[in-house]
């Protein structure tokens, strides 16, 4: 019996439970890919070489900070003293006892999912029916829809559009029309506060996602066109899903991640028009919540783990878009 349970063990290498046998099996497979790993980069060290100062600056600058963040957010933190752990309790204390936190996660996914797509599908679009013109009327047009995002805070020009007086141009043409007998609070009241913030947003998205179609449009294989047609590609829009979007993956993944992410970080468009508290925090973002308790309360434990929970929420968008991205022309 002894015989036979071992003979057993020793044909069942795949069970749950790792044997002595496999182990070594693992380290040695693991060693091998290190000296693989080692052998490339001595053979494209030149190329390392190349790479390093901005992988030094990446890493210095944006991976170390995130893990710094990340360690805070177990800690309670104040600038001024020590920092102390304290386990999971920052993040208890965001979803049971804040319910500010709770209010700016809804507020947040609301922006995430009007302005996000919306912007992302308007910016393709644009840059589509752009592509289609005259190559000097097409320079001339990707430079007002790209101006936007030159201009820094350009947007500020809405707060006068929609101020709260009379002398706010979309008050004074209602009033001169007859339509309102009195200037509507479009910045501070909570009733129009949301839908003028994301008319703004999105006036605002149209920016590096667009220039990023418009170089993509630049680059199509137009020989695909041709054998397209042959195998029976009949329209625009045939064209467009199984030529022109496979050939732009790229742009369209570069141009999620810059519109879509982003719409989970507003907070800068936000505090020009509607001020910061904005009016019974209305327009109060994850983004405002962690400035709240980072630059002002200087609760560094705490506003590392709004930080963090955002974060995980960009990763996911990031993963789910991947998803969605690699179905397209299929």
Not at 150 to 175: C, E, K, T
Not at 295 to 301: D, H, V
Request: proline share 5%.
């Amino acid at each position: 019996m002894i015989i036979e349970k071992a003979n057993k063990e020793e044909v069942m290498p795949n069970s749950g439970m790792p044997t002595n046998e496999t182990k070594p099996n693992r380290f040695a497979k693991l060693k091998g890919k290190i000296q693989i790993l080692g052998r490339e980069i001595k053979r494209n060290k030149t190329s390392y070489y190349f790479i390093a100062p901005f992988a030094i600056i990446f890493l210095t600058f944006y991976v170390l900070p995130v893990l710094i963040s990340v360690g805070l957010s177990f800690t309670y933190y104040n600038i001024l003293e020590v920092p102390k752990f304290i386990g999971w309790q920052n993040y208890l204390n965001l979803f049971v006892a804040d319910e500010l936190f709770l209010k700016s996660i809804k507020i947040t996914f609301i922006f995430a999912l009007i302005t996000g797509p919306i912007g992302y599908l308007a910016s393709f679009l644009f840059a589509w029916f752009i592509n289609e013109l005259p190559r000097r009327v097409r320079a001339i047009l990707v430079v007002i829809f790209y101006a936007p995002s030159l201009s820094g805070q350009v947007f500020v020009i809405w707060g006068i559009i929609f101020s709260g007086d009379q002398y706010g141009y979309i008050n004074g043409f209602l009033m001169e029309l007859g339509i309102i007998t009195e200037p509507y609070q479009w910045l501070t009241n909570p009733k129009y506060m949301m839908a003028v913030l994301i008319i703004v947003i999105l006036w605002t998205s149209i920016g590096a996602g667009f220039l990023a179609f418009i170089a993509g449009f630049q680059t199509l294989d137009k020989n695909l066109f041709e054998a397209g047609y042959v195998e029976g590609i009949s329209n625009r829009w045939q064209e467009l899903w199984f030529i022109t979007l496979p050939q732009m993956k790229p742009q369209l993944m570069f141009g999620a991640i810059m519109t879509i992410t982003a719409s989970f970080a507003i907070h800068d468009v936000i505090v020009p028009l509607a001020g910061f508290p904005s009016t019974d925090y209305a327009a109060h973002t994850v983004v405002s919540h962690l400035v709240d308790y980072g630059t002002i309360r200087f609760e560094m434990g705490y506003a590392s783990a709004i930080a963090t929970m955002l974060f995980l929420v960009m990763v996911g968008a990031n993963i789910f878009i991947q998803k969605i991205l690699r179905k397209v022309g299929t």
